[in-house]
DNA sequence: TAGGCCATCTGGTCCT
DNA sequence: AGGACCAGATGGCCTA
């Protein structure tokens, strides 16, 4: 009903519009450049009409679509809570950041150590976004937010430049704040790591503790997983390893702004893991398909477009 | 009250 | 001609 209500008030402005413009041309002015304009007639304001409607329909129709693919997005993003939504852009800037940290989960072969990871993910989201991935892993924002400088640039750093997770583009005395008020998102374990049975998560330890045994805050359950433990995420990094498996020297291309065969970005710095370059290889021979593929793709997203 | 987010309308452009 | 897509404008709602 609302809808409707709009139409008609629309199609009243309309109405309007169209008398004004009738009474423009009727005035004495400089003669307007272009085809014509037919005068509009009650047969033709009724065309016009029905058309529009039925292009604000479509318009409206391609949107609700829209968010309907975003809503889809905002499950399977690692924090998602029905009580609090992401925003459209936090929700895009979400995904791509936990993207790029699969990716590199992938490419390194190992587990990231919890706090780099975080980092990835809350890279250039908003202070109440950061907020609401730390609730969703019950982590105090302060833990992991790197000591805040203003006016960072948004984009990623130049080649040779050390890259995720350094940067984060606000700054807020909210952070000391701690964890905003539940309730809180969700985080599955398994949208991190894959999972092996019996497997020693070492220092993630604290982390699987927390999240799994814990009685905090009251949580969403967990949708729709969209990486379950033997799940596409295994295959995945099946995948990865057999590729690795191929040619010792698989990588994939990364260019930060231009960056040459010299440009790479250090991820995942922790002492507990060391460090792993990212080399950023050119016109590399010797690719199968299915790695040239893989490399366009993972360029793509790492051109932080 | 300002600012962020959102839904909707609208006209322009491109494509079929 | 009509549909898809896009970006600008506008107004409503909510929160700090």
């Known amino acids: ?16 519009s169209v008398a004004s413009e009738e009474q423009q041309e009727s005035e004495n002015k400089p003669k307007r450049r272009g085809p014509k304009k037919k005068k509009m007639t009650k047969a ?8 529009r409607m039925k292009a604000n329909a479509r318009e409206r129709n391609r949107m609700h679509g829209l968010n309907d693919a975003l809503e889809s997005l905002r499950k399977v993003v690692p924090c998602y809570s029905k009580t609090q939504k992401l925003s459209k852009i936090e929700t895009l800037r979400l995904a791509k950041n936990y993207i790029w940290a699969l990716s590199e989960v992938l490419r390194s072969g190992k587990a990231p150590d919890l706090m780099s990871f975080v980092q990835v993910l809350c890279k250039g989201l908003s202070q109440p976004t950061t907020n609401l991935v730390a609730g969703c892993l019950q982590l105090n924002p302060r833990t992991f937010l790197p000591e805040q400088t203003p006016d960072l640039p948004t984009h990623l750093p130049p080649a040779g430049a050390v890259a995720y997770p350094a940067h984060f583009p606000f700054q807020s005395p909210g952070l000391t704040a701690g964890l905003p008020s539940p ?25 699987f503790d927390s999240v799994l045994l814990s009685d905090g805050p009251a949580f969403d359950p967990p949708l729709s997983p ?26 994939f291309s990364v260019h930060y702004g231009g960056g040459g065969p010299a440009g790479h970005a250090a991820l995942w710095s922790n002492p507990r893991c060391g460090d792993v370059q990212v080399e950023a290889l050119m016109g590399y021979d010797g690719q199968s398909h299915h790695e040239r593929l893989m490399n366009a793709q993972l360029n793509a997203i790492f051109h932080d477009s």
Request: hydrophobic share 35%; aromatic share 12%.
């Open 1 to 16: 009903e609302e809808r409707i209500s709009i139409m008609t008030r629309s199609v009243r402005e309309d109405q309007v």
């Open 44 to 51: 033709r304001l009724q065309r016009f009409k029905v058309r």
């Open 183 to 207: 309730p809180y998102g969700t985080m599955e374990p398994s949208h991190i790591f894959h999972q092996v049975k019996g497997q020693s998560y070492g220092a993630l330890e604290p982390f």
């Open 226 to 251: 969209p990486l379950s433990i033997n799940g596409n995420f295994s295959s995945f990094k099946q995948e990865a390893a057999a590729v690795a498996d191929y040619d010792k020297s698989f990588s």
